[in-house]
Structures are given as C-alpha cells and as structure tokens.
C-alpha cells in the first residue's frame, strides 16, 4: 500500500495485494481475509530535519520525498515498520545487537535438513545502561526472513514461502525478561542439501571458494527494530 500525495491537497491511497495475497484469494474458500495492517515509513529521510529543524524539514519531506508504488512482493515493503506508542514522553527505543559463534559472514557447507552444517545465532535488544524501556516496546517474538532454497532454522517450520522462496519464521523470544524489559532470541540456521545444478546457478567465486550468498533478517514485532547479516554456503 502506498500514499500517492501530488500537487494538489488530495491524498491518494494505492493498495494492492502482495504475491501472497493473491494466492489466498485465488483459493476462493471464503478464508481471505484481512486481519491486520501496518504503516512503514520507508523512503523518507530523516536527515532532511536534522539539516532545516522540524518545521522547514517536514515541509520538505511533505512535498520533495518521492513517491513509492505499492510492491507486490511482501518482503520488499514494511522494512521500517510505524510504531502506535502509549507513552508521551518516550525517548529512548531498543536496538537488536546480533551475536554469532563466528565472525560474519556465517559460513556452512551443504548438508542434508537438519543436518550438522548450522550455526547458532543469538539476537538480543539491548539500551543504555540503567535505562528501563517501555513494556510495549519490548519483543515477545521475532520475524526471521531468509531464502529457504538454501536455508533453513532448525525445528521451526516457515509460516509462508511466497514465490522467491523467501520464508518468513516467527520465533518466541526466550522465557527471560531481564531487568530493563529487554528480550532475547536464539535459533540455528543450517544449510540444506541443493543439487549442484541449482548450486551453480546461484554461486559465485571468491578467492579458491564457489559460495552462495543469503541475507538472513531478524526483527522484533513490537519494537520494529530489525538486523541483517550475510550466510554463504559453500
């Protein structure tokens, strides 16, 4: 969905339904329907207020932000999620601090599904210290997007795989809430056993190494705040 605002003081709503979402509807059971909706704020440029102050900046922002046509592929949108907060005087927000077992990139080697090539990876919202972060702002789960051609999280199943093999994982944060309201998660990703024919297709050569390359992307539901970091599969 996108706003299409021109010259004029008309504000023009363009929705459309993502890959998905023609999926479900082409079923024709009755099932689709919407139960949810989100705001992102993705093309603007936050910059622009720090550069002119708020009111010459949202000025510009208003009439100079180009305008995005909604995608109908689902991942491409919604990457800097709008936040509906209680608080008024909220300042500070959460941050995801990624922690891997080895540097990035993650490294694996094909394998079978569930096989031993995986590495452990650990996502922890983290805030000044002594600082208390609002409840609503803290993650009691966790979206992990990544290409299941390749990929996959060990004993989780996708929610969805939409047509460019990206999957899209919801994962429960850990049981422990620490004392600043902030949340943890942990999970494996392990690489799967792909033909060589299908291997060549996407690898690429760096150094002695044929790998492929996959971004996988974590982000909190509540707090919108998302990382991302390289896999290459060798």
């Not at 490294?107 to 031993?116: A, D, Y």
């Amino acid at each position: 969905m996108g706003f299409l605002d021109q010259s004029t003081n008309n504000i023009i709503l363009d929705a459309v339904l993502t890959d998905k979402g023609r999926e479900l509807l082409a079923t024709g059971t009755g099932n689709f329907s919407i139960a949810k909706f989100a705001f992102a704020d993705d093309e603007v440029d936050y910059t622009i207020i720090e550069q002119f102050g708020r009111t010459v900046g949202k000025e510009k922002i208003e009439k100079n932000t180009p305008v995005l046509e909604a995608p109908t592929t689902g991942y491409l949108g919604v990457k800097y999620r709008n936040l509906s907060l209680n608080n008024p005087s909220l300042h500070i927000l959460p941050t995801l601090a990624l922690t891997l077992q080895t540097t990035q990139p993650v490294v694996l080697s094909r394998g079978s599904v569930g096989g031993t090539s995986s590495s452990p990876v650990l996502i922890k919202q983290s805030a000044p210290s002594g600082v208390i972060i609002d409840p609503d702002n803290t993650d009691y789960s966790y979206r992990v997007t990544l290409d299941s051609l390749f990929l996959g999280i060990s004993n989780f199943v996708p929610e969805t795989v939409d047509n460019y093999n990206i999957a899209t994982y919801t994962i429960p944060a850990t049981a422990t809430i620490d004392s600043q309201n902030l949340s943890s998660v942990g999970f494996s990703i392990f690489a799967k056993n792909v033909s060589s024919d299908v291997f060549s297709t996407y690898s690429h050569t760096e150094g002695e190494d044929t790998i492929v390359t996959r971004v996988v992307t974590v982000s909190g539901y509540n707090s919108g705040q998302f990382v991302s970091f390289n896999v290459n599969v060798k």
